[in-house]
């Protein structure tokens, strides 16, 4: 008999003795799948976020300016883009004023965004990310381009200008410019952008400083040595780079998050607890079946080819199962069962729509962190079974 | 009279290769899938890039229930715990995002 035809009949006695214990096989079938899809999907979406920030943010200001004081984030001086006139290689220095607003209607936190528009790379290009109306003119006072989630909350009140309050409890208004797509949720679900001006009127803050100051750069390869002149002439202030900005996404979606700990933990209890079952040794009905098949003239390898085929089989669809509900749980429902988590209690829920990106060792990763260890837990009790006189193992039954 | 038919049965093999052709069938489509996504994803890239580049964004709004999540490139490791002396990070999203290193140069990353 060749050994393929050896093996295919190995694999049919296999099958019939898992499906004689199909209840047991299909409960470990499915907390496996299960515990696989839980880490599956941790990353799938964080790699889709991750991945979603590189390319997005590769765009952002190659420098941003922050006054530091008391270890607190202030209002930057103007003045300071004075100071930085003589650092050759900067192109320019734009001031933005930012912060958030607290809509207590709705209950959400919106961004309210204040620049000279006409001053930022891509200006002109501003109207292809608008979905409705078109950008204001430069230095247009009292018109606003807002977020889906912003327009969703004005149409909710019912009015047609957004109406906010200054810090004095003052009100004023804004006739909406333009809506972002939806394409853009992720950046700007919850953006209103202002003139600069507007944004200090809104904000009360004084026309001499800024929340913070972005500088562009003519040679990006010049970028860290500009900051590291601009953190020299400005001691007080915090100046982080762009490729910082994407570092910190490379970082803040990563296992060391406390959700991921617990995915983890969970996996890992759950795999000990696999483990320990199936290396504590095999069930008097498992021995006995092992016995009756040696006095029927079966050799330890055929038994041990036996426990490698079962190994393979529950780990093997386990795994293909739970990576499949994992990417249709990220592409198709955005990622629903971790949305409470990484929204927490945001009023404003923007549609994140992930593309899972699907890498070979993430899952190769996956893949021998479960898989492996369940086959080695499963064949090593088999083969201690197997190696001892089939009488004395029957004996013992 | 006729001896019994035998009956035909499919071997255990047989139904597992059913099995798995379905599954198969099932990831091919998510592969395809997968792939139109891709293509998708690059268009709105694009966008997102003007966005970002127009606007001077530096984060993803993701979360906006706290501004350390909800712009957290540019905020400070300590402003979860600056409300008040002795207060504790509370909210959910704090246990979904990991706090990233202390970013910025005059931050001892020189």
Redesign the interface.
């Known amino acids: 008999m060749s050994v393929l035809a050896r093996h295919?009949n190995i694999?049919?006695h296999t099958?019939?003795s898992l499906?004689r214990r199909r209840l047991k096989n299909l409960s470990v079938l499915l907390v496996f799948a299960g515990v696989i899809f839980l880490i599956a999907s941790f990353q799938l979406v964080t790699r889709a976020?991750t991945e979603?920030?590189e390319?997005?943010?590769?765009?952002?200001?190659e420098i941003?300016i922050?006054k530091?004081s008391a270890?607190?984030?202030v209002a930057v001086p103007l003045a300071y883009s004075e100071k930085l006139s003589g650092i050759f290689g900067i192109r320019r220095v734009?001031p933005?004023v930012w912060g958030?607003y607290f809509d207590e209607v709705s209950g959400?936190?919106?961004?309210v965004?204040g620049?000279e528009?006409d001053r930022?790379?891509?200006?002109g290009?501003?109207d292809?990310?608008l979905d409705q109306g078109e950008s204001p003119a430069p230095g247009r006072s009292g018109a606003a381009l807002i977020?889906r989630s912003v327009q969703q909350g004005l149409e909710r009140k019912g009015g047609s200008l957004l109406s906010l309050f200054r810090p004095d409890l003052s009100m004023v208004s804004f006739t909406v410019a333009g809506v972002?797509?939806e394409?853009?949720?992720?950046?700007?679900?919850?953006?209103i952008?202002l003139d600069i001006d507007d944004a200090r009127d809104l904000f009360l803050v004084p026309e001499d400083v800024a929340t913070?100051l972005?500088v562009y750069v003519a040679n990006q390869r010049e970028v860290p040595t500009i900051?590291?002149k601009?953190?020299d002439a400005l001691?007080d202030?915090?100046?982080?780079?762009r490729a910082?900005?994407r570092?910190?996404?490379q970082?803040?979606?990563?296992?060391?998050?406390?959700?991921?700990s617990?995915c983890l933990l969970t996996a890992l209890a759950a795999f000990v607890i696999f483990a320990w079952d199936k290396a504590s040794g095999l069930s008097p009905e498992e021995r006995r079946e092992i016995s009756i098949l040696k006095l029927l003239g079966w050799e330890t390898r055929d038994i041990l080819a036996i426990r490698l085929w079962e190994g393979i089989?529950v780990a093997g669809l386990a795994f293909?199962?739970g990576c499949?509900l994992a990417?249709?749980h990220v592409?198709f429902f955005g990622a629903s069962l971790?949305r409470?988590?990484?929204?927490?209690?945001?009023?404003?829920s923007?549609s994140?729509?992930l593309?899972?990106?699907?890498q070979l060792s993430q899952f190769l990763l996956i893949f021998c962190f479960s898989v492996l260890p369940y086959m080695a837990a499963t064949v090593i009790p088999a083969w201690s079974c197997a190696s001892v006189p089939a009488e004395s193992a029957l004996g013992g039954v | 009279m006729n001896p019994a038919v035998p009956k035909r049965t499919v071997r255990p093999l047989g139904r597992l290769l059913m099995v798995l052709t379905c599954l198969g069938l099932l990831l091919l489509a998510l592969f395809v899938h997968a792939r139109i996504g891709a293509a998708r994803q690059e268009r709105e890239n694009r966008l997102r890039r003007i966005a970002v580049a127009a606007l001077g964004l530096t984060d993803l709004c993701v979360a906006t229930e706290a501004r350390y999540t909800r712009h957290p490139a540019v905020t400070d490791l300590v402003v979860p715990f600056m409300d008040h002396p002795g207060a504790i990070e509370h909210f959910p999203t704090g246990s979904f995002w990991a706090p990233p290193a202390a970013p910025g140069f005059n931050r001892g990353e020189r």
Do not use: H
């Open positions: 295919l694999l049919d099958l019939s499906w976020l979603t920030a390319q997005a943010l590769v765009a952002a200001p941003t922050q530091m270890g607190r984030q734009v933005r958030y959400a936190n919106y961004t965004l620049l528009r930022m790379p891509a200006s290009q501003l292809l990310v977020g972002f797509k394409e853009t949720d992720i950046l700007t679900n919850d953006l952008v913070d972005c900051a590291k601009i953190a001691p202030t915090r100046v982080v780079t910082q900005i570092k910190t996404y970082v803040v979606f990563g296992w060391r998050s406390g959700f991921a617990v089989l293909v199962l499949t990417y249709i592409a971790f409470p988590v990484m929204v927490g209690w945001s009023v404003i923007p994140l729509r593309a899972p990106t699907v």
